[in-house]
């Protein structure tokens, strides 16, 4: 009898550490941004999927002085709207190779739209490489998944 109790408690621990596992390697919740060029944090996003896509908002500014900011460089509906509670990506579609693409990455503080792709580390599931173009250019940034006890 101790000896089924014993094998059920591991059987439970190997399942539980199984679905740590797992979580961890999505691209989907909260993940913290750096600005790559100055080492601030910026802000905690949440990717999340709907409709089988994915899609990101921004559920808290971590940048002091920054916590109110509206979007004053936009245009149309997104005009003088507050930048917590903003989406700024939309309608990304995962390919075969497990990158997602789309054409909407919003950067509220230049106020302007890039097509990206989003993928996990090859190295560290607990970093994402977000990378916007504009024409040929482009620039990587890389997000830190936001662990939640």
Not at 54 to 76: Q, S, Y
Request: glycine residues 6%; hydrophobic residues 35%.
């Amino acid at each position: 009898m101790k000896n089924r109790r014993t094998y059920n408690k591991w059987i439970g621990l190997v399942c539980f550490l199984c679905c740590q596992i797992t979580l961890s390697q999505t691209v989907f919740g909260k993940w913290k941004t750096i600005d790559d060029r100055n080492g601030v944090n910026k802000a905690i996003i949440e990717i999340y999927e709907e409709d089988g896509l994915m899609h990101a908002k921004v559920v808290k500014i971590l940048e002091e002085g920054k916590k109110d900011a509206r979007c004053t460089k936009c245009e149309g509906e997104r005009k003088d709207k507050p930048v917590l509670g903003m989406k700024i990506m939309e309608d990304f579609e995962k390919n075969s190779k497990g990158i997602y693409k789309g054409d909407t990455l919003f950067d509220p503080e230049k106020a302007m739209t890039f097509k990206a792709k989003v993928w996990l580390d090859e190295e560290n599931k607990n970093r994402l490489k977000v990378r916007g173009y504009l024409a040929f250019l482009y620039r990587t940034q890389t997000w830190h998944r936001v662990i939640e006890e």
